[in-house]
């Protein structure tokens, strides 16, 4: 069964139609790539699925619950945590105190203490920074920042929005590499990526975007092979 299910989604800015009557799924303990060109709705589907914008048509289905008028801060406390586009981190505040941020919806001191010390372990830099001010950090370092806040929710879900963006190829290697270990601890993650060749490496599942509309769907390592994706989508 889904754990995640978007159904016939249709999404206004004012007049514009955005997102077209869209329905897909993710199912639990899946990497799901959503690609498509600048302009084609990705970062318009996770703001609705997280609460953040209002679908005019359609159905957000979270672990068989609607939580389509459900507001942002609640869908965090149900399990689904949103790394943001441009990962927006708490500039003025240091590390520790951003990711006690992305705690906010727990209660039990002692589980937040062992999430931040797993955090850690998985972001050593974190740890290392955890005085410093966020502001002050490289960008692959409040990439990571950003991962381990929305992490710190211990969410069922993860929704990813152009992870590797402005990074070096080093560094984009390394932020695959932690969405591939962040999904084998057991997390789902719905990630939407420019690099799609990279997307495409690591998730099983992908669906292509084309303004607002679903063109393609399918096994991730097919769509890395097939001609039309390679040219339009892969630069080959």
Same mark, same amino acid.
């Given at each position: ?10 999404? *206004? *800015? ?8 869209? &329905? ?7 990497? #799901?790539?959503? #690609? ?27 672990? =068989?619950? !609607? ?9 965090? &406390? ?25 705690? *906010? ?14 955090? *850690? ?35 069922? #879900?993860?929704?990813? !929005?152009?992870? &590797? ?12 590499? #932690? ?15 420019? =690099? ?41």
């Amino acid at each position: 069964m889904a754990m995640l299910e978007i159904k016939d989604l249709e999404v *206004y *800015y004012g007049m514009i139609q955005a997102i077209k009557g869209i &329905s897909f799924e993710v199912n639990e303990g899946e990497v #799901i790539a959503l #690609i498509g060109a600048n302009g084609a709705g990705k970062t318009t589907i996770l703001h609705t699925v997280t609460g953040l914008l209002s679908p005019k048509k359609g159905q957000v289905i979270f672990e =068989n619950k !609607d939580i389509t008028k459900i507001p942002a801060h609640r869908i965090v &406390s149900l399990g689904m945590a949103h790394v943001p586009e441009g990962r927006r981190v708490f500039a003025e505040l240091s590390v520790y105190q951003n990711l006690m941020m992305g705690a *906010y919806t727990r209660k039990d001191k002692n589980e937040i203490q062992q999430t931040l010390e797993t955090v *850690y372990k998985r972001f050593p830099r974190l740890e290392e920074r955890k005085n410093q001010l966020a502001g002050t950090l490289s960008g692959g370092e409040q990439q990571m920042l950003a991962m381990g806040r929305a992490l710190m929710s211990r969410p069922r #879900i993860i929704l990813m !929005d152009e992870p &590797s963006m402005g990074l070096s190829p080093i560094l984009v290697n390394e932020i695959f590499d #932690i969405i591939q270990s962040v999904s084998a601890g057991g997390t789902t993650v719905l990630l939407v990526e420019q =690099n799609a060749k990279k997307a495409l490496s690591i998730a099983d599942r992908a669906y292509v975007l084309e303004t607002g509309r679903i063109v393609t769907s399918g096994e991730a390592h097919t769509l890395l092979e097939d001609p039309a994706i390679k040219k339009a989508y892969l630069g080959e």
